[in-house]
Antibody
Framework: QVQLQESGPGLVKPSQTLSLTCTVS??????????WSWIRQHPGKGLEWIGY???????YYNPSLKSRVSMSVDTSKNQFSLNLSSVTAADTAVYYC????????????WGQGTLVTVSS | DIVMTQSPDSLAVSLGERATINCKSS????????????LGWYQQKPGQPPKLLIH???NRESGVPDRFSGSGSGTDFTLTISSLQAEDVAVYYC?????????FGQGTKLEIK
């Protein structure tokens, strides 16, 4: 059974870059059937999709965040990563990594989430 | 972007009674090539990630109790819990995966009356 686990700093200073990694276990990230996403949830609020990446490295970012987002994949470590630059307090949220199915199912597997607080 | 709007925002239902949550998309999420609506439903309990319940609007995920059902097509969808159990208290989200950016409804908080 595939499991995802987010890791990274829980506190980031304003104007700096938020960096998170998602480690995939129980299955290979090299799989044409799946894409790998980041989704965030502001405290007490709804869900916002940040973007996705395929194992090949191809990406799609939410236009609302596109100017500040980059994602990468490390197939040797079975990981994918998120960088969000120039953060402000509005980027404080729980960040989830999740797997999406290319053939008709949305996000079927999620990490537990990690709270990132932007504060000086 | 496709805007997803859920109703109601919150709902209180007695144990054993039916709970109904609605979701409307600002444009159709139906693929004419396979006649499937790319709409999913999730359940999120406090401190947990969302759990996928339904995909393609009406296909229940493996292991999801059959009291959960999804219906609808095109732009209007419904999640029904036929007989509410205590463990069903959660926030429920719909999500379209017809196009990017993927978008979610604002959530419906389900409580016990």
């Amino acid at each position: 059974q595939v499991q995802l686990q987010e890791s990274g700093p829980g506190l980031v200073k304003p104007s700096q870059t938020l960096s998170l990694t998602c480690t995939v276990s129980g299955g290979s990230i090299i799989n044409d059937n799946y894409y790998w996403s980041w989704i965030r949830q502001h405290p007490g609020k709804g869900l916002e999709w940040i973007g996705y990446i395929y194992y090949s490295g191809s990406t799609y970012y939410n236009p609302s965040l596109k100017s500040r987002v980059s994602m990468s994949v490390d197939t040797s470590k079975n990981q994918f990563s998120l960088n969000l630059s120039s953060v402000t307090a509005a980027d404080t949220a729980v960040y989830y990594c999740a797997r999406g199915d290319s053939y008709g199912r949305p996000f079927d597997c999620w990490g537990q989430g990690t709270l990132v607080t932007v504060s000086s | 972007d496709i805007v997803m709007t859920q109703s109601p925002d919150s709902l209180a239902v007695s144990l054993g009674e039916r709970a109904t949550i609605n979701c409307k998309s600002s444009q159709s999420v139906l693929y004419s090539s396979n006649n499937k609506s790319y709409l999913g439903w999730y359940q999120q309990k406090p401190g947990q990630p969302p759990k996928l319940l339904i995909h393609w609007a009406s296909n229940r995920e493996s292991g999801v109790p059959d009291r959960f059902s999804g219906s609808g097509s095109g732009t209007d969808f419904t999640l029904t819990i036929s007989s509410l159990q205590a463990e069903d208290v959660a926030v429920y989200y719909c999500q379209q995966y017809y196009s990017t950016p993927r978008t979610f409804g604002q959530g419906t908080k389900l409580e016990i009356k």
